[in-house]
């Protein structure tokens, strides 16, 4: 499976910015979606998960409320949308697949199966 995100950008605090995740085939929808970042000089991050029917999701705690993870099986894409941005929320942005839908905790990058190049989101104060 080959992903693309796209939808970056720049933003102001507290606005709101759409990503998209294109995959490359049907075969997508047998597989979590998931979302990671990673900030200047720091590792990549979990962000947020769902499942291949997308019913449940998970968040990291930095964005829980604000951000919203969703995908449609049909167009095979899965988006984040998010909210009440904040400088912190700066960073390259990548979409993922994973065998498991991991809840409960964050998933690690070994646990993902497949990545998508990154989309800069920038927020500024």
């Known amino acids: 499976v080959q992903l693309q995100a796209s939808g970056g950008g720049s933003v102001q605090t507290g606005g709101s910015m759409r990503l998209s995740c294109a995959a490359s085939?049907?075969?997508?929808?047998?597989?979590?979606g998931d979302w990671f970042r990673q900030a200047p000089g720091k590792e990549r991050e979990f962000v947020a998960a769902?499942?291949?029917?997308?019913?449940?999701?998970y968040y990291a705690d930095s964005v829980k409320g604000r951000f919203t993870i969703s995908r449609d099986n049909a167009k095979n894409t899965e988006d984040l949308q998010m909210n009440s941005l904040k400088p912190e929320d700066t960073a390259v942005y990548y979409c993922?697949?994973?065998?498991?839908?991991?809840?409960?905790?964050?998933?690690?990058?070994?646990?993902?199966?497949?990545w998508g190049k990154g989309t800069l989101v920038t927020v500024s104060s």
């Open positions: 769902i499942n291949w029917s997308g019913d449940k999701t």
């Open positions: 993922a697949a994973a065998r498991t839908y991991y809840s409960g905790y964050d998933p690690r990058e070994r646990d993902m199966s497949y």
């Open positions: 085939d049907r075969t997508f929808s047998i597989y979590a």
